[in-house]
């Protein structure tokens, strides 16, 4: 049972045009959501994060988007760079005594073109 | 180092052997988590430490696996008799622990990963 899918294994857009890269989940009480970049033989790296309470939250050229209603997220990215190619995974969490614990999607490949 | 640090980076072995996996967390934090990825798919959680204590091992798939946190900080994950099924990368990320009261996540509290060991079980 994935409690949350990343329904696109792969994503290319050319540099400068925006990315958007989506995420759906089917639990109700995941009451906070992260998006992790990851390049090869790396661990994942924190990118933006987003609270329930909130529908979008920015950081730079990074914004997420949260629809509760619809159990859906989408991070944009704005322009897009070469160097923003990597592996990107969305995760949603649970509190639990205090800490985080992460359910990913199965991640999306970005490929940005010159 | 400031990041959390996993030891080794690579580990083969062969069927049937015992392993540990070691993670170094970033100093301060008290919350410790391992994940396990396999090809193709997003991490998946195993256990996580509140200090020296397993607050959730729910991840743990079999009793092969086990994890022992003895100080507080370093932890070291333990496979018994692998299994080809085993490969996959174990990666150890660590946090800080939200102290206030409330359902939502303050700042800072975000878990930071290390590189990851990539087992492979022949």
């Known amino acids: 049972d994935q409690q949350v899918k990343q329904n696109s294994p792969s994503l290319s857009v050319q540099e400068g045009r925006i990315s958007i890269l989506n995420c759906d989940y089917t639990?109700?009480?995941?009451?906070?959501f992260l998006w992790y970049k990851k390049y090869p033989a790396e661990g994942p790296t924190f990118l933006i994060s987003?609270?329930?309470?909130?529908d979008k939250n920015e950081d730079g050229r990074f914004t997420v988007f949260l629809n509760k209603s619809a159990k859906h997220l989408s991070l944009h990215i704005v322009p897009s760079q070469p160097g923003d190619s990597a592996v990107y995974f969305c995760?949603?969490?649970?509190?639990?005594?205090?800490?985080?614990?992460?359910?990913f999607g199965q991640g999306t490949r970005l490929t940005i073109n010159p | 180092g400031a990041g959390v640090s996993q030891t080794p980076s690579n580990k083969v072995t062969e069927k049937g052997k015992y392993v540990e996996l070691r993670c170094d967390p970033i100093?301060?934090?008290?919350?410790l988590y391992w994940y396990r990825q396999s090809l193709g798919q997003g991490p998946e959680f195993l256990i996580y430490f509140q200090g020296t204590g397993a607050a959730d091992d729910s991840g743990l798939p079999n009793d092969r696996f086990f994890a022992v946190r003895p100080e507080g900080s370093v932890s070291t994950l333990k496979i018994q008799r692998t299994e080809r099924g085993d490969s996959a990368v174990y990666l150890c990320?660590?946090?800080?622990?939200?102290?206030?009261?409330?359902?939502?996540?303050?700042?800072?509290?975000?878990?930071?990963f290390g590189q990851g060991t990539r087992l492979t079980v022949v």
């Open positions: 639990n109700s009480m995941f009451d906070y």
């Open positions: 987003i609270s329930s309470i909130k």
């Open positions: 990320a660590s946090s800080r622990v939200q102290l206030t009261g409330g359902s939502h996540p303050s700042e800072n509290t975000e878990a930071f």
């Open positions: 995760a949603a969490s649970v509190l639990i005594q205090g800490a985080q614990k992460l359910v």
């Open positions: 100093s301060g934090h008290t919350a």
